[in-house]
């Protein structure tokens, strides 16, 4: 038998929504190249509406978002703007491939790849649970003596 107990992880170790730049291109060009069409890299999923509620805020425009399409790009062209709609996972190495200028994505998903981004913000929006499943004999093990 295998029990098992979820944690919440800490605000700090887990927000969820973060606006990743590439490092190598902010420090080239003394801050995110601005010239011309500006690339988000937004994330499906949960973090999704959350994002096109802070742009509606923002008065970017978010009206192809918000249908249901298979469309993976967006333009703007009257606002300079694309949106490139991909799995969480790819929003990095779309940032750090130069893809996209900014992504939108979760900090877990940051964490657990190394690729070259630099966190400009928290948007403080978002959350991620952390479950263990553990043999019953070590359920009350704290999470610590784990690592």
């Known amino acids: ?24 291109q902010e420090a080239k060009k003394g801050g995110v190249k601005m010239a011309g069409k500006l690339t988000i890299a937004l994330s499906k999923g949960t973090l999704l509406k959350p994002t096109i509620e802070l742009f509606e805020k923002a008065k970017l425009p978010t009206d192809e978002l918000k249908l249901d399409s298979r469309s993976m790009v967006f333009d703007y062209e009257d606002r300079n703007l694309r949106y490139i709609m991909c799995r969480p996972t790819d929003v990095p190495t779309y940032v750090e491939q130069g893809a996209a200028d900014v992504g939108i994505v979760g900090k877990d998903v940051i964490v657990e ?4 981004v630099f966190e400009l913000a928290d948007l403080e929006f978002g959350y991620c649970r952390f479950v263990v499943a553990v043999p019953r004999e070590l359920a009350t ?4 003596d784990f690592n």
């Open 113 to 116: 790849q190394t690729k070259d």
């Open 141 to 144: 093990t704290p999470l610590k």
């Open 1 to 24: 038998m295998v029990a098992s107990f979820k944690r919440e992880i800490s605000a700090n170790q887990c927000k969820s929504a973060l606006i990743s730049v590439n490092q190598r």
